[in-house]
Every structure is written in C-alpha cells, then in structure tokens.
Nanobody
Framework: QVQLVESGGGLVQAGGSLRLSCVAS????????MGWFRQAPGKEREFVAV????????YYADSVKGRFTISRDNAKNTVYLQMTSLKPEDTAVYYC?????????????????WGQGTQVTVSS
C-alpha cells in the first residue's frame, strides 16, 4: 500500500511559477512510475506528465511541454512538478499517481495509487 500526499499548490498570477511535491509512503518508492494529472472544474481528469522509476525518461502532455518539468528524488520518496509560465487554463486540482508497472499504465490513468490533490489557481 502506498499513500501519496501532494503539496505546493496555491494562487499565482499568469506567467508565474509553482513547484508541486508529492511524497510517497513506504520503502519501495523507486519501484514506482510516477505521474501528474489535473482536473479542472467541469472537465475530465487529464494526463500532465510521467516519469520512469529511475527518472531516466519523462513524457509530457502537449499542453505543458516546455513549461512543466517532472522530476523525482528517490532518496526522499518525492516526485516534483515544476510549473513555469503558468496560464489561467492551467487552473485545476493536480494529482500525483503511482504504479509499479510501466509508464503507459500511469499515462492512461490506470495507476494503482492516487493522492488527494492540490489546488492550483492561475489568475489572469
């Protein structure tokens, strides 16, 4: 069983930056592919970014490519999402997800574990 706790959300002006963190419980964090998703009001949850167990590969949604960076620190059981050049359309609740399988499992919203989310609001 893995518990995920996100933090770092908040209110920021357009063009600003935020760094989200997701801390995982347990001693096998390095066995999990990790991802970030978001859900805006009235919209379906959407994939944002994913990182492999080793951190060697990352993939992004087209809407955030070049602005967001996913990274992980396996010694701290933490995955990060650095968000820059934020836009009002980035406003959403951001969730992290974890799965022992491939990044495809995470990317397609089939991860076994999900956090409770952290709110990001970008004002224009």
């Amino acid at each position: 069983q893995v518990q995920l706790v996100e933090s770092g959300g908040g209110l920021v002006q357009a063009g600003g930056s935020l760094r989200l963190s997701c801390v995982a419980s347990g001693r096998t964090f390095s066995s999990y592919a990790m991802g970030w998703f978001r859900q805006a009001p009235g919209k379906e949850r959407e994939f944002v970014a994913v990182i492999t167990q080793s951190g060697g590969r990352t993939y992004y949604a087209d809407s955030v490519k070049g602005r967001f960076t996913i990274s992980r620190d396996n010694a701290k059981n933490t995955v990060y999402l650095q968000m820059t050049s934020l836009k009002p359309e980035d406003t959403a609740v951001y969730y992290c997800a974890a799965d022992r399988g491939s990044i495809v499992v995470v990317t397609t919203s089939r991860a076994d574990y999900w956090g409770q989310g952290t709110q990001v609001t970008v004002s224009s």
